[in-house]
């Protein structure tokens, strides 16, 4: 059950993911979270160092959805920009959410992957449903109340990802 809660990569930010070895894997569309991983939880402006990097990752041909617990306005006003399709209430770690996003890019399984901030909510659906799972540290700002407490608990599974990758 713990290696539910590890994902595949973890990197510091979204510009360490390299785009030419999720080709090389077979990946065809990535599934974003969005509070936290693209736009800090508390702000409504997207920094324009991660606006050109999702269009430089748009134009090297990747699909695109996001996928969020947050509510209907929060995910439109991201994909308003961004030009992007998302599905918000998703309710991770359920599923539901990442296979409607599946439908909406058109991907199988083994040719997405899903980038996210936090164990408990976007690796864990992302690995209960098999797609390849990439947790990227969350952006500074203010937290909703139950992802400070969610974070308490990722601390232990991080240590434990942290040691697995020095061995």
């Known amino acids: 059950m713990l290696t539910k809660l590890y994902p ?3 990197v510091a930010s979204l510009f360490q993911i390299e785009l030419d070895q999720l080709k090389r894997l077979g990946i065809k569309a990535i599934l974003f979270d969005i509070d936290n991983t693209l736009i800090p939880w508390d702000r409504q402006q997207l920094d324009p160092a991660i606006e050109a990097w999702f269009r ?5 041909g990747f699909k695109v959805c996001f996928v969020s617990n947050n509510n ?9 920009i961004l030009q992007v399709p998302g599905v918000h209430k998703a309710r991770k770690p359920l599923r539901a959410g990442l296979r409607k996003a599946l439908s909406i890019v058109g991907t199988r399984v083994h040719e997405t992957a899903m980038v996210g901030d936090q164990v408990f909510t976007d690796v864990l659906a992302g690995n209960r449903l098999g797609v390849y799972t990439i947790l990227v540290t969350p952006l500074a700002g ?4 139950g992802t400070k407490i969610n974070r308490q608990l990722e601390k232990l599974v991080l240590r434990r990802i942290k040691r697995s990758q020095l061995q």
């Open 72 to 80: 209907e306005s929060r995910v439109s006003a991201l994909s308003n």
């Open 8 to 10: 595949k990569q973890y």
């Open 56 to 60: 430089e990752l748009c134009a090297q």
């Open 142 to 145: 203010k937290e909703f109340l």
